[in-house]
């Protein structure tokens, strides 16, 4: 069993979050691609066109596919930064409160830059509270 020597854990890290952003990078390009389709009318809409027949069926996958588009950007920014932070050493701790981010969490969400606490604090100022 590895005992988290600092250099074995953060090597493991890294490739955790490599694989991460290539797995971020690769549906960002695919959804790129079909960004394009959509905006050249090549989109294959015919299972929505059922049910939709005014034509709203493009905008509506556009602002889908725009949606997905901005988490993923938001994702891949996440994870350059983890990685910025493994490399100052600052890894697995919140960007707020400076406190431990819990092993599950970091599991879960490798690039996670805020404690649960935190997280569910900003969240909730977000939503307007
Ligand atoms: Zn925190």
Redesign the pocket.
């Given at each position: 069993m590895d005992d988290s020597r600092p250099a074995d854990n953060r090597s493991r890290i890294e490739s955790v979050l490599d694989a991460e952003r290539a797995d971020l990078e690769h549906s960002a390009e695919r959804t790129r691609a079909e960004r394009d389709d959509v905006r050249d009318g090549r989109a294959d809409a015919s299972a929505d066109d059922e049910h939709d027949p005014e034509g709203s069926t493009l905008s509506s996958e556009w602002s889908r596919i725009e949606g997905i588009r901005r988490g993923l950007s938001a994702r891949l920014k996440e994870n350059m930064q983890a990685m910025a932070r493994l490399t100052a050493g600052t890894y697995g701790l919140?960007?707020?409160?400076?406190?431990k981010?819990g092993a599950a969490r970091l599991t879960a969400r490798p690039s996670a830059g805020?404690?649960i606490?935190?997280?569910r604090e900003l969240e909730r100022e977000k939503s307007g509270a």
């Open positions: 919140c960007t707020r409160c400076a406190g981010i805020l404690c606490d935190c997280a």
